[in-house]
């Protein structure tokens, strides 16, 4: 995409405008050498009604010029504001290819003619390239629907994330992020391993982390009992912009532990207290969602002051499905428990035809012991 193409797309200026001041001093160029002919020739005439008008051509208002920029630092030092490449550049991250876009008739130290700024920035081998119009619109003008809209303290932030493997089988993903901040209209591309990668970068370019505001709501207290404990405690932690973990606690021994887990996608709580065995303590079930689109069903209960953890058996998958769960992706197997239907419901996406079963009670899940993953 050439200059005016983008800056067609982005809006601020118009087009037409720069490809007219283009040819304006592309003439202008040409009378010069009409100029130089005309007095090698002696004709002072057309050398008079020539050179006159190019003389007292003046720039055209809104004209613009790229310049090459040795380092962010120069750009950062003369903006009067919050430049987030500068963040990049704090991280250790190797930026090249810096080109300002800025209005001719001011000088680069006069931020109020900037127009846009493009360059790369290289960061232990991932590249990721940044395009800043100043001056954005407050309305955003999006490519499409987005896949995910996170927020960043109150900055709302567009991802369009695709798998892409044409390129390089190691980077399967394309990912864009665009948000405005402070004016700014900020447009970052990625080539990435996996999608959630992503976070660690908009981590770094906000130079703020997920908002912790939900890191203990121990005030929750969602059933009357939780594996058969009265006393008990929630915690939460979010560990993408759109994917909470619930921890529940209870006290064993002396001892505060967790005792389930449950993922949920932004602020969906997908966890349920329901004695499936019929032997007067609940089980909890908790629905979850991952970040590459599987989701799957938790089961957990007390077995004696023994916490164990059941998940959906290899053989039921083999024998209702025909599906090899150590052979196939887990990303095309969906699970969740109906509350209203109390019942299990599996889905495979991963074979020719899609399939569905649903089934009832514990017979199908696989238990070990549970070992949590939160700190206290």
């Known amino acids: ?35 130089a002919l005309a007095a090698s020739l002696g004709a002072a005439a057309i050398l008079g009604a020539v050179f006159l008008p190019w003389h ?27 430049l987030l490449a500068e ?59 987005p896949t995910r809209t996170v927020e960043y303290n109150g900055v709302e932030v567009y991802l369009y994330i695709e798998e892409f493997t044409e390129w390089d089988e190691r980077y399967k993903y394309t990912c864009e992020a665009i948000f405005i901040y402070e004016g700014v209209r900020y447009d970052m591309s990625f080539r990435l391993r996996e999608p959630n990668e992503i ?12 908002d912790d505001s939900l890191s203990d709501i121990s005030s929750i207290k969602p059933f009357d009992t939780v594996l058969g404990f009265e006393d008990y405690h929630v915690t939460m932690e979010q560990v993408t912009p759109w994917t909470i973990v619930w921890h529940f606690w209870v006290e064993i021994d002396g001892e505060e532990r967790c005792v389930a887990e449950a993922f949920g996608d932004e602020y969906s709580f997908g ?18 969602e991952f970040g590459d689109g599987a989701s799957k069903v938790y089961v957990y209960k007390n077995a004696g002051g023994e916490i164990m953890e059941g998940t959906v058996s290899r ?22 428990y109906d509350a209203e239907t109390n019942e299990f419901v599996v889905t495979n996406h991963g074979m020719e035809k899609e399939k569905t079963v649903t089934f009832t009670g514990l017979e199908h899940f696989e238990f070990c012991p549970f070992e949590h993953s939160a700190g206290n």
């Not at 007292?56 to 919050?82: C, F, H, N, W």
């Not at 887990?330 to 699970?335: K, P, Y």
């Open 1 to 35: 995409m050439n200059v005016e193409t983008l800056l067609e797309a982005i809006g601020d200026i118009d087009g037409w405008a720069v490809r007219a001041a283009k040819e304006e001093r592309a003439k202008s160029r040409k009378w010069v050498g009409w100029t």
């Open 199 to 210: 976070y660690d970068f908009l981590d770094m370019v906000m130079d703020i982390s997920h």
């Open 271 to 288: 966890a349920y207290s329901v004695d499936l065995d019929g032997d007067g303590v609940p089980e909890l079930i908790t629905n979850n």
């Open 56 to 82: 007292q051509e003046k720039v055209p208002s809104g004209a613009l010029r790229e310049d090459t920029i040795e380092s962010m630092a120069e750009l950062t030092e003369l903006y009067d504001g919050t």
């Open 315 to 336: 053989k039921y998958y083999e024998d209702e499905l025909g599906f090899d769960m150590m052979v196939g992706a887990a990303n095309v197997a969906e699970e969740h």
């Open 87 to 145: 963040n990049l550049a704090d991280a250790g991250a190797d930026i090249s290819g810096i080109r300002l876009l800025h209005r001719e008739d001011t000088d680069i130290s006069d931020t109020s003619g900037w127009k846009t700024l493009a360059f790369t920035a290289n960061l232990d081998g991932e590249p990721v390239n940044m395009s800043c119009a100043f001056d954005a619109p407050e309305d955003i003008n999006l490519p499409g629907e």
